[in-house]
């Protein structure tokens, strides 16, 4: 089914490169005409630190007090979050940026996910150990429980994600679980770090969790990404592979080539071909990452009784309209988000740390140009990641 020899993907992107992504990014984000943040003098929240010293510890910080459209970021000084017992300060070196962090902001989500305003948004982050919370701070509430926290000292490099609505990584700290970390490879840029883990984390889960298929048991069966040419869809490409699936992707044009080197057996441009005729025979699993229309779509070129998992939807439980006019037998379900099962986050990274798990990153933005790079993952197009680098 190759068009193409599909290789592994161990070469990370050279720094080289990530200087040319990053000064084609500002071009960009300078095109769309939004307003770099500047930091608001004394605007620190009214949120009581927990300890003395935290309360004269403060940190820059993109945060929205309302909200609404990317005008609502702002850079500003806030209060630097405190380590409760076991939990690990992260001095954030770079944040990603995902879809779901303009559909919180806008409001979309407040109804599933409760958040205290102001908010940070950046769900996953890489960055350098500042700190890790003592017997005597407060305790942390149990985080998943299952696998063994790793244990993490000052000046570790790390890669990782906060756990439901936490204060996020827009910012020059952010606490996280210890289970949530994982070591940044040395070959590995702090911005293609901190690409990985939501993307491949919900990767991870619509192939497993909720796809049917077994990480080693998977070979020969047949997939469908549409929507692959982003973070989700390039991480499950891959996770795929590995796992020995035959895969079919579907993007735009321009983003064809990249979807065979991160190991697609076949793609197709879905401006000017329909998956329905073009893909035969049925597929067993088909993930969907664009919407409801073209779940719809992909669910039609799943055999009966296969599985079409859906990304984007609004969270509520895992069923979606999408098998209407699907055949008999077609299972149909959403993800309903990121967070992993104990241990996930363990394997994921035992990919990444052999090569075998990596992330386009797209373009690469100054933390003060929050705001343009929502809007430019709002707008679409860009390619795997984009990612704010927090100095
Ligand atoms: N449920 C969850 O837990 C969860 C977790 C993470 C993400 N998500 C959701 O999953 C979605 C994807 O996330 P992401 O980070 O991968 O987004 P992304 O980077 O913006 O990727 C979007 C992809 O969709 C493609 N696309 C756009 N229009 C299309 C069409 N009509 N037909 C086929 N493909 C089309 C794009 O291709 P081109 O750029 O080539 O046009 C790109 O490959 C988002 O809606 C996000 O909110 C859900």
């Known amino acids: 089914m190759c068009r193409r020899s599909c290789r592994a993907f ?88 995902n879809p779901y962090d303009w559909k919180f902001r806008e409001g979309r989500l407040r109804a599933y996910v409760p958040a205290t305003l102001p908010f940070t948004p950046g769900i996953d982050f890489a960055g350098v150990v500042e700190a890790v919370g003592q017997a005597g701070a407060a305790t942390a509430p149990a985080a998943g429980g299952g696998a063994a926290a790793p244990s993490w000292q000052r000046g570790d490099e ?12 827009y910012a020059q700290y952010v606490v996280a679980e210890p289970a949530n970390l994982a070591r940044k490879p040395a070959s590995m840029s702090f911005e293609e770090a901190a690409a990985i883990p939501v993307a491949a984390l919900t990767a991870w889960k619509a192939l497993y969790d909720f796809g049917g298929l077994e990480p080693q048991g998977a070979r020969g069966r047949r997939l469908l990404v549409n929507g692959a040419s982003g973070s989700v869809g390039l991480a499950t490409i891959q996770l795929a592979k590995l796992a020995g699936l035959q895969v ?26 329909k998956v329905e005729p073009a893909v035969v025979p049925p597929v067993d ?81 100054p933390l003060a140009d929050a705001a343009k790079a929502q809007e430019l993952s709002r707008r679409g197009g860009t390619p795997g990641k984009i990612v704010l680098r927090v100095d």
């Open 10 to 97: 161990s070469t990370p992107l050279t720094r080289a490169r990530a200087g040319v992504l990053a000064s084609l990014a500002l071009r960009v984000a300078a095109a769309l005409a939004v307003p770099a943040l500047a930091v608001a003098a004394g605007a620190t929240s009214t949120t009581a630190p927990t300890t003395a010293t935290a309360a004269s510890a403060t940190m820059t910080a993109v945060r929205f007090h309302e909200y609404g459209d990317a005008s609502q970021l702002r850079l500003e000084r806030a209060p630097r979050p405190v380590p409760r017992a076991g939990q690990v300060l992260v001095r954030v070196r770079a944040a990603s940026v």
């Open 158 to 169: 790390v890669y990782g994600f906060v756990a439901g609505a936490a204060p996020g990584a």
């Open 248 to 273: 079919v992707a579907v993007a735009s044009a321009r983003n064809q080539a990249l979807m065979r080197r991160y190991g697609a057996d076949a793609t197709l441009d879905y401006r000017s071909q």
């Open 285 to 365: 699993l088909a993930i969907d990452t664009v919407d409801l229309a073209t779940a719809a779509a992909s669910a039609r070129v799943v055999r009966p009784g296969g599985v079409l998992v859906a990304m984007n939807v609004t969270p509520k439980p895992p069923e979606v309209p999408a098998c209407s006019g699907a055949p008999p037998g077609l299972r149909c379900v959403q993800v309903p988000n990121f967070q992993p099962r104990p241990g996930v986050f363990q394997q994921v990274a035992a990919r990444v740390a052999d090569g075998r798990l990596r992330m386009e990153v797209g373009a690469v933005l």
